[in-house]
């Protein structure tokens, strides 16, 4: 199949992919695919300035095109090159979305579970609280104007894409620790 071929060379390649879903979402996933199964992709993220911004599991079902080459994101990887080393990647085992929260809630403490085919806009960010084969119960990391940890149950089944260790997400949570802190010394 084509769309393995290609995939399996851009991995070869370590080359910068924008991984559009269009029948999901008008954004596209913007990073380096590092691991394919059947079913996934696992990539780690960049932003436009070349620095990592987490990783990001899809289900490749959802791919509707790949883009990548051309001035800007050849820019945007010599950027990321310039920077050096990056964070550990974590394995994560790309046969279901349960594995693949578990084992990045394991490793970083939490997911993002984006469930955009109810609301392209829905993303759940949190610990895992409990899990079981079909439903998740996460301890959400709230916004930052209220730093609320509301809990929430999913279906895994309405979950379209996985990610963690964004720069977002690591900058929530270094507030919702600093406020803890706060919390337990005063």
Do not use: C
């Not at 059947?38 to 599991?57: C, P």
């Not at 594995?99 to 579970?113: E, K, P, Y």
């Not at 993303?123 to 409990?130: F, K, L, Q, R």
């Not at 730093?147 to 895994?156: A, F, G, T």
């Amino acid at each position: 199949m084509l769309l393995d071929r290609t995939i399996k060379e851009l991995i070869v390649r370590q080359a910068l992919v924008d991984v559009h879903r269009e029948h999901i979402s008008d954004s596209f996933v913007s990073g380096v695919i590092i691991e394919m199964s059947d079913s996934y992709l696992y990539l780690r993220r960049f932003d436009d300035e070349g620095r990592y911004d987490g990783v990001s599991i899809l289900r490749k079902d959802d791919v509707t095109r790949l883009a990548w080459g051309g001035g800007e994101r050849e820019a945007i990887t010599r950027l990321i090159r310039r920077d050096g080393k990056l964070p550990e990647r974590p394995k994560i085992e790309l046969d279901s979305f349960q594995s693949v929260v578990r084992d990045l809630d394991a490793h970083f403490g939490h997911a993002v579970l984006f469930t955009e085919e109810l609301d392209s806009d829905l993303a759940a960010a949190g610990a895992i609280e409990e899990m079981d084969e079909e439903t998740v119960v996460l301890r959400l990391f709230g916004p930052k104007e209220s730093l609320d940890r509301p809990h929430s149950l999913l279906h895994l089944s309405d979950v379209t894409r996985v990610e963690a260790d964004t720069i977002h997400l690591r900058n929530l949570i270094a507030l919702h620790q600093t406020a803890t802190l706060r919390v337990e010394t005063s």
